[in-house]
């Protein structure tokens, strides 16, 4: 049977991601302050956009649910470097904690290896500093780069959202496969693709892994290698004749090895975020009213206003007498016209967002950490009825001020902790500050294991097993009860 060529119509719906609303999206998941600067560049370059100079009326206030008592919570503390002090004089790390800078790091590691970008005279660290590079911002850059996965993207924008100040991953895969209610799996894969950007070692979860991916990019990761870093406690301990028979060299050899490791940064996100340090601005204030209710705001001061001259665009379109010219003045007043209702749109999104979060998280409001709620982003998307990647970007690196602080909004997300025999679960985040509250509270001559912990917790209703209460209680960078007795022990 002879084949045949034929043409045919078909009507087809896609979803097809326009320009502008790539450009809308990206408003959405950037800072405040990011905005700031988008705005400012594009009233310098579009001549129908100006600054609204009148004074603030704030009418973004939304009443949300009754409450009675008081707020009394202490912010949650940060997360601290992941470096153990007992690994200073390996890294050579004196001049680091006396002066607030990481050891400086020789050129090579920022020239060579495949991992991360390509470096150059300008992207040493010294003159990433000067330039005020934080970073966020240079692995966002790198990200959009390297990544075009939609999928991809979003996890490693949480991903970044989830680093501490030395660059190390701060939060549990697992907890944070609950929050974005992804698999383990993907954020693995997402992880694998993020830990190959610039720095090396950045998106590290030990001082071992952090080590090895820098090791990686430079080409020395080997068997030997391997084994020196997975026995970092016996090389603090000075067990150098047992290190050198583990990796099978000679003194030479072990020596070598130690100067390697000597030349990595433990530390790799300090050269950016220990010297740029930014003023955390609140993006919503949730207060009370004069009849107790919560009410949550939008920051006024925060996102320049801006107006669409209208009149300048009418006098100069009368003027225009080329096509260009009138199609000129029409890309650029539709331009602002985008502007302005993509700002107000955000603003409106992160409204939306913040009031649902508090209606949800009342009781945080009201009675503080322990009574904070297992919530995931899919929750309060289904809720108001927003795609769970809308709810994600209107979170990142956004900001709410409350009595117990500033606080960033991915903080009132926590995974869900069972308790036993059913009832209620807890938040992953209560339970971590009941874990810290037990500890804080024991007796110098009667410290409690994990185990003990543990118990005291089931004792409570709550189901959890004792490699959960040590990952809680490293989470906060409490010390072990083996630490924790030797420090408690008169001297």
């Known amino acids: 049977m002879a084949s045949q060529i034929s043409q045919s119509l078909r009507q087809t719906q896609s979803a097809v991601m326009t320009q502008k609303l790539q450009q809308a999206i990206k408003l959405l998941q950037m800072s405040?302050?990011?905005?700031?600067?988008?705005?400012?560049?594009?009233?310098?370059?579009?001549?129908?956009?100006?600054?609204?100079?009148?004074?603030?009326?704030?009418?973004?206030?939304?009443?949300?649910?009754?409450?009675?008592?008081?707020?009394?919570?202490?912010?949650?503390?940060?997360?601290?470097?992941?470096?153990?002090n007992r690994f200073a004089e390996i890294f050579d790390m004196e001049s680091a904690r006396s002066g607030g800078m990481s050891a400086p790091m020789s050129r090579s590691r920022w020239q060579s290896g495949s991992g991360g970008s390509p470096a150059s005279e300008g992207d040493a660290p010294e003159m990433r500093v000067a330039a005020g590079i934080t970073l966020r911002d240079h692995l966002i850059e790198q990200m959009a780069l390297s990544i075009r996965d939609e999928?991809?993207?979003?996890?490693?924008?949480?991903?970044?959202?989830?680093?501490?100040?030395?660059?190390?991953?701060?939060?549990?895969?697992?907890?944070?496969?609950?929050?974005?209610?992804?698999?383990?799996?993907?954020?693995?894969?997402?992880?694998?693709?993020?830990?190959?950007?610039?720095?090396?070692?950045?998106?590290?979860?030990?001082?071992?892994?952090?080590?090895?991916?820098?090791?990686?990019?430079?080409?020395?990761?080997?068997?030997?290698?391997?084994?020196?870093?997975?026995?970092?406690?016996?090389?603090?301990d000075g067990k150098h004749a047992w290190l050198a028979q583990q990796c099978g060299v000679d003194g030479d050899g072990l020596a070598d090895m130690l100067g390697t490791l000597r030349s990595l940064d433990p530390r790799p996100g300090l050269a950016f975020d220990s010297v740029h340090v930014e003023t955390l601005v609140p993006d919503v204030f949730v207060r009370r009213d004069e009849n107790g209710n919560w009410?949550?705001?939008?920051?006024?001061?925060?996102?320049?206003?801006?107006?669409?001259?209208?009149?300048?665009?009418?006098?100069?379109?009368?003027?225009?007498?080329?096509?260009?010219?009138?199609?000129?003045?029409s890309e650029r007043m539709s331009t602002a016209s985008w502007l302005v209702k993509s700002l107000d749109q955000r603003a409106q999104t992160i409204l939306a967002v913040a009031h649902e979060l508090v209606r949800q998280q009342q009781a945080y409001f009201d009675e503080g950490v322990l009574a904070l709620k297992p919530l995931t982003l899919n929750d309060l998307a289904e809720t108001i009825g927003y795609h769970e990647s809308t709810v994600?970007?209107?979170?990142?690196?956004?900001?709410?001020?409350?009595?117990?602080?500033?606080?960033?909004?991915?903080?009132?997300?926590?995974?869900?902790?069972?308790?036993?025999?059913?009832?209620?679960?807890?938040?992953?985040?209560?339970?971590?500050?009941?874990?810290?509250d037990i500890i804080d509270a024991e007796q110098p001559d009667s410290i409690l294991s994990d185990d003990k912990i543990a118990d005291i917790l089931k004792e409570q209703g709550i189901d959890i097993a004792r490699r959960t209460v040590a990952k809680?209680?490293?989470?906060?960078?409490?010390?072990?009860?083996?630490?924790?007795?030797?420090?408690?022990q008169p001297r």
Do not use: W
């Not at 902790?417 to 009941?434: H, I, N």
């Not at 809680?472 to 924790?484: A, D, G, L, T, W």
């Open 295 to 329: 009410i949550v705001e939008l920051n006024p001061e925060l996102i320049p206003r801006v107006l669409i001259d209208k009149d300048y665009y009418a006098a100069v379109r009368s003027r225009a007498r080329t096509k260009e010219e009138k199609e000129y003045l």
């Open 151 to 236: 999928d991809h993207l979003l996890l490693g924008q949480d991903l970044i959202d989830s680093l501490d100040d030395a660059g190390y991953l701060a939060e549990e895969l697992d907890e944070l496969s609950l929050r974005l209610n992804c698999t383990e799996a993907e954020l693995e894969s997402t992880l694998a693709i993020m830990q190959t950007l610039d720095p090396p070692g950045v998106f590290a979860r030990s001082l071992s892994e952090c080590l090895a991916l820098q090791l990686k990019d430079r080409g020395f990761y080997d068997e030997a290698m391997d084994n020196l870093i997975n026995n970092l406690d016996a090389l603090a």
């Open 392 to 436: 994600s970007r209107v979170t990142a690196n956004k900001h709410l001020a409350c009595e117990a602080g500033t606080l960033s909004m991915k903080y009132f997300f926590s995974p869900a902790v069972p308790r036993l025999g059913g009832g209620e679960p807890l938040a992953a985040t209560s339970v971590k500050q009941m874990i810290k």
């Open 32 to 84: 405040s302050l990011e905005i700031t600067d988008v705005i400012e560049n594009e009233v310098e370059k579009n001549p129908f956009l100006e600054f609204d100079e009148a004074p603030v009326d704030d009418t973004q206030a939304v009443p949300s649910a009754n409450t009675s008592e008081p707020l009394a919570q202490d912010k949650p503390r940060d997360s601290d470097v992941r470096q153990d």
């Open 472 to 488: 809680y209680r490293e989470q906060q960078n409490i010390p072990s009860s083996f630490k924790r007795r030797r420090r408690k």
